[in-house]
């Protein structure tokens, strides 16, 4: 649940992947690990939110 809120977040805001991560309690390492791309990467190739699918 928190990749999917971090996901949004990141397509929706100007928050700061620090901000993001340490709102949602957790680091870009592992967002990568899960999402096969860092944060940073998914903001600039992802205009709107989208959830690969797959995942839970």
């Known amino acids: 649940m928190k990749m999917k809120e971090a996901c ?3 397509c929706s805001t100007t ?6 991560a340490a709102d949602l309690g ?3 390492y592992l ?3 899960t ?3 860092s944060p940073t990467e998914y903001r600039s190739s992802n205009k709107i939110f989208y959830w690969p ?3 839970q």
């Open 8 to 10: 949004k977040l990141l």
């Open 15 to 20: 928050y700061t992947v620090k901000i993001i």
């Open 26 to 28: 957790y680091f870009s």
């Open 31 to 33: 967002f990568k690990k």
């Open 35 to 37: 999402v096969g791309v």
């Open 53 to 55: 699918s797959g995942f």
